[in-house]
């Protein structure tokens, strides 16, 4: 959350600004945010959790192809596949997030729905509601260029000509969701290997591996990093 397009709205850059601002004197990376979501009996439920940055900016490139060209008001934060919050958002996705920054003596709040991108192989798995191109502007300004380009690529596939890549805000919902993991320190993405989060910690203590890498055995730090993978869960 280092730097803003001026084509952001002014709600995105006025959170950046403040958060920049507060960053400056504490040094931390990002401030965390308060969760508001609703339970599966209707009950309020309340946490802590680290916004990863907005849709398109910085690692949150949205392809392979992507060289930063394009910016999107969509923020996102992470969570684990077996957490509360998970059922919760799967039974409603409305969701109120707060950010309260002392230093600066500012509170933000958002309202919203919240969209999960799961690994592929899990039950819940679907893109559906993750289609947020209309919700992507190139920074340079040049929507209308983008909207002839796919005038053209429409009009093409109607006539059973080439179907040429949508290199205008293409989106790879998976690669987005594969570099949010990656951009995580091996601390980070231990954790999402671990068993089920918010229970009784169990008693065997190889289940709870500091890093990935530290494990000796090949083999189990391998199962360890696909389940890490499959826990992983990307928010919208």
């Not at 990002?30 to 990863?52: C, F, I, K, N, Y």
């Not at 169990?202 to 500091?210: F, G, Q, R, T």
Request: hydrophobic share 35%; net charge negative.
């Amino acid at each position: 959350m280092d730097w803003y397009s001026s084509r952001d709205p002014e709600w995105k850059k006025q959170l950046i600004k403040h958060i920049n601002a507060e960053r400056e004197i504490t040094n931390e990376r990002v401030p965390v945010m308060a969760l508001s979501t609703v339970d599966v009996e209707g009950h309020p439920a309340v946490r802590m959790v680290s916004p990863r940055g907005f849709v398109g900016d910085g690692f949150l490139r949205i392809s392979a192809t992507d060289s930063g060209q394009w910016t999107s008001d969509v923020l996102t934060f992470c969570t684990h596949a077996q957490s509360n919050k998970v059922r919760e958002l799967v039974n409603t996705n409305e969701v109120q997030l707060v950010f309260w920054l002392p230093n600066v003596r500012v509170q933000v709040r958002c309202s919203g729905h919240a969209h999960m991108l799961f690994h592929p192989e899990n039950p819940n798995y679907s893109t559906l509601s993750l289609d947020i191109r209309h919700r992507m502007r190139p920074r340079d300004g040049s929507d209308a260029e983008c909207q002839g380009r796919r005038d053209e690529r429409r009009e093409s596939i109607a006539a059973g000509g080439p179907v040429e890549p949508d290199v205008c805000g293409e989106m790879d919902t998976e690669f987005i969701r594969e570099q949010a993991y990656l951009n995580h320190s091996p601390v980070i993405q231990a954790w999402y290997a671990w068993p089920a989060p918010g229970r009784v910690r169990l008693s065997d203590p190889s289940l709870y591996p500091a890093t990935i890498p530290q494990i000796d055995d090949k083999a189990e730090a391998e199962k360890y990093e696909a389940n890490a993978r499959r826990n992983y869960v990307l928010v919208f």
